[in-house]
């Protein structure tokens, strides 16, 4: 439980998880029923590019800062920056939404956000960022147990949004019998699922494996900005999805060569697969 996601917060992998995280949002909410989110591993909520993390690993200059001040972005990009624009009222770009900030802002007054946190410090952060609602829960305990235990939701549909800090070397397998196990008790919500890109015949085996017990609609998108072997540390990331929304796959179309292109420090490229 060492990792801290402040290190790394706007980064090019924030880019394109919260993103596809908005249009997710955006998409439950074209429906007046009720939704639940639940985010396995939420974070500290909102985090300051002059905080001494931002500092020491500056990861945000080459991902939202790239995009800022893009005139005309396309429309998935478009619309993540303008909901980070709204924690930036000034223009400048110093705080930076995680995906409950983001999640709680878009949340209408029937749906309901679960966001658990194992780490002290960034659940206590939370609480005191998050709104004081009673749709909106902070659980200081373990993600993948709380898979078990707030799975299905009482709204009868939602967003569950897996993003595991990797800090084990079989977090990939863990997610993936997390997901299984999920499946049985909420197969027909919606699943946002964050993994770095590493080893691509990793991530092929686990969809694969995920392949053998799921029968729903898949969509994967692939990101990445360098190659390992210049920059020795994260140059990319995939997100795999459940029962992904209509439209998804067309928006991205559009915003994965412009990120890569916008985002790139030398050998950048994208993939989707829909299946």
Not at 29 to 34: G, H, I, L, V
Not at 95 to 107: D, E, H, Q, R
Not at 218 to 230: E, K, Y
Request: glycine share 6%.
């Amino acid at each position: 439980m060492n990792y801290r996601h402040a290190f790394h917060a706007g980064n090019h992998a924030d880019v394109l998880k919260h993103a596809v995280l908005l249009y997710c949002l955006d998409a439950l909410k074209r429906k007046e029923t009720p939704f639940a989110v639940l985010d396995t591993h939420a974070g500290r909520g909102l985090y300051d590019f002059a905080g001494s993390e931002a500092e020491r690993s500056p990861e945000w200059r080459d991902g939202i800062a790239r995009l800022w001040d893009w005139p005309e972005p396309p429309s998935l990009v478009a619309r993540y920056l303008e909901a980070v624009r709204s924690f930036n009222a000034d223009g400048a770009l110093r705080t930076y939404p995680g995906s409950p900030a983001l999640v709680t802002t878009n949340l209408r007054d029937q749906d309901a956000f679960m966001a658990c946190e194992l780490h002290p410090e960034d659940a206590a952060a939370l609480r005191r960022t998050l709104p004081r609602k009673a749709n909106v829960q902070v659980h200081e305990r373990d993600g993948w147990e709380a898979l078990g235990a707030l799975l299905p939701p009482t709204q009868k549909r939602g967003l569950v949004l897996i993003d595991p800090p990797y800090e084990a070397t079989d977090e990939l397998e863990i997610s993936v019998e997390a997901l299984r196990a999920s499946m049985k008790r909420f197969a027909h919500g919606m699943y946002l699922w964050w993994r770095p890109l590493k080893s691509g015949a990793a991530l092929d085996a686990a969809d694969a494996e995920i392949s053998s017990f799921n029968d729903r609609d898949t969509l994967r998108a692939d990101l990445w900005v360098a190659t390992p072997q210049r920059e020795g540390k994260l140059v990319g990331s995939s997100v795999f999805l459940i029962n992904p929304p209509f439209g998804l796959k067309e928006v991205l179309k559009e915003a994965l060569p412009f990120l890569a292109d916008a985002l790139t420090k030398g050998q950048s490229g994208w993939k989707l697969r829909l299946n």
